[in-house]
């Protein structure tokens, strides 16, 4: 998962970034509305984060204009405002969900994880596809009921296609989601991080698209 977190307390931006970072999220920051305007432009995330009292508009002016052009991210609320009238005003805008000031990590985690789960159409906390089983709150995967150790970066690549399939999912796309777009890989790392993949869950559960990418399936 690869999140936008556009907060202009420098201070909570940077420790809620650590913290998302430790769980496995990518994260990139913005500090104001026009900044997270130009990387939504030129960038690809999974769900923003966005404070309400930016220095230059209103959250939800941001939130409106992105709205009205299209652009149809998960995008989690996250403001010190809690009268209904301002929740109201956040919803009306095009959020997704709403967290006050203070807040709990993990309750912004869960709440992306579910953004992110319900934006790929998956209502259960648990994606399947044959015996293979990722419990999106934990990160945990197992293959017919047997845990699969995996690195962080193999974790996000399977959690990636998981929350895709069955459609396949080209090169550049996974470049854009799993990875920081300063550690953008070439086509070799990402080969050779599937290969891994199928060893530990046999070679037919990723297939190869030929011109178009990769697709999870049932395996063999």
Not at 76 to 82: E, P
Not at 117 to 125: E, F, M, N, V
Request: hydrophobic share 40%.
């Amino acid at each position: 998962m690869k999140i936008l977190l556009v907060e202009d307390d420098i201070a909570l931006s940077d420790a809620l970034a650590a913290s998302l970072k430790q769980a496995g999220v990518l994260v990139e920051q913005s500090f104001d509305g026009r900044s997270a305007d130009y990387l939504i432009d030129t960038e690809t995330y999974d769900a923003v984060v966005l404070d309400l009292g930016l220095p230059d508009g209103d959250g939800t002016r941001w939130l409106g204009e992105w709205r009205e052009r299209g652009i149809e991210l998960p995008v989690l609320v996250l403001t010190a405002r809690d009268r209904w009238s301002d929740k109201a005003a956040g919803f009306s805008a095009g959020a997704d969900d709403y967290v006050t000031k203070p807040f709990e990590t993990g309750e912004i985690l869960f709440r992306l994880r579910a953004l992110v789960r319900r934006s790929h159409g998956h209502a259960h906390p648990v994606l399947r596809l044959g015996e293979l089983s990722l419990d999106t709150h934990t990160g945990s995967l197992t293959l017919t009921g047997r845990p699969i150790a995996l690195s962080a970066q193999e974790q996000r690549l399977i959690s990636y296609l998981l929350h895709a399939a069955p459609r396949i999912v080209s090169r550049s796309e996974l470049s854009e989601h799993v990875y920081d777009r300063d550690q953008a890989p070439d086509s070799n790392v990402i080969d050779v991080q599937i290969s891994r993949l199928r060893r530990k869950l046999g070679h037919g559960c990723i297939e190869t698209v030929r011109g178009q990418g990769y697709r999870l399936t049932e395996g063999d």
